[in-house]
């Protein structure tokens, strides 16, 4: 079971550095001002309060009050350390979030570009009606007359259409794109939403999206830090207590000499 026990203490080791780096990053960002001085803060911390968990666990009993401050100030640091995490996912969360938003902002204003193009189509398709039906209502030996007068604004109805269908064409390749990122972005939160609609419903889980996500986060940062300090003190203990008991024992024989109290050493030596 001995490599069990180093197992546990680099499993320990690994899951610290990781929630290190994610609460740093986040408390970072928080604190975005003084971006650097917060990350080399945050880092001797996190490494003072793993130091100080194996210390308080190892000299338990030989610490006075010091060691309630000591344990204090772990805990204190458990949740420092767990607030940086939720900065950290939250940031995360919230990127994801105004860029699926900038993709539907875009994507908004070329739609309607494509409303207003398709609008002004429409226009011209009425005002070619109207020429056929100025034909068809009149006499039949004046409809070549008037075919020929109308064969000018007719071509320049037909260029101004292939125009605008050319332009739709256009603002209609812009928009794959964005709609393959937001169909993209939507499977990525997938997820997410199946978590929200267990615990909300599948009705109301679009509004309470934001509320599973933190559900999530803090089910994260409770099992995170946590585990990393609970595990690296009880594999410390369990290595500390097993070098002990490995150590060599000494048997010591003591012999008592007893002295007669009368006579002292002279007696001794007539015997």
Do not use: C
């Amino acid at each position: 079971m001995k490599w069990l026990n180093y197992l546990a203490l680099g499993t320990s080791i690994g899951i610290a550095v990781i929630a290190a780096y994610f609460s740093v990053l986040g408390l970072a960002t928080i604190f975005a001002g003084a971006y650097l001085s917060v990350v080399v803060m945050a880092s001797v911390l996190e490494f003072g309060k793993l130091v100080t968990a194996a210390y308080i666990h190892l000299l338990w009993d030989k610490l006075n009050y010091q060691k309630w401050y000591l344990v204090t100030s772990v805990i204190v640091l458990m949740l420092i350390t767990s607030l940086g995490i939720f900065g950290f996912l939250s940031k995360a969360n919230i990127d994801q979030t105004l860029q699926g938003d900038s993709f539907s902002l875009e994507m908004s204003i070329i739609e309607k570009r494509i409303s207003g193009e398709e609008g002004k189509l429409k226009r011209l398709e009425t005002r070619l009606e109207g020429l056929d039906t100025i034909i068809a209502t009149a006499q039949p030996k004046d409809r070549n007359y008037i075919d020929r007068r109308q064969k000018e604004e007719r071509g320049l109805i037909a260029e101004d259409m292939d125009g605008i269908i050319d332009q739709v064409v256009a603002y209609n390749e812009e928009l794959m794109p964005l709609k393959r990122e937001q169909l993209k972005q939507e499977g990525e939160i997938g997820p997410i939403k199946y978590i929200a609609e267990v615990i909300y419903g599948q009705e109301e889980s679009v509004k309470y999206l934001d509320n599973a996500v933190r559900w999530v986060i803090f089910a994260l940062i409770f099992v995170f830090d946590p585990l990393a300090v609970l595990l690296l003190i009880s594999s410390v203990g369990l290595i500390a207590r097993k070098k002990e008991e490995e150590k060599p024992v000494i048997n010591e024989t003591r012999y008592v000499i007893q002295v007669p109290k009368k006579g002292g050493l002279e007696s001794l030596k007539n015997k």
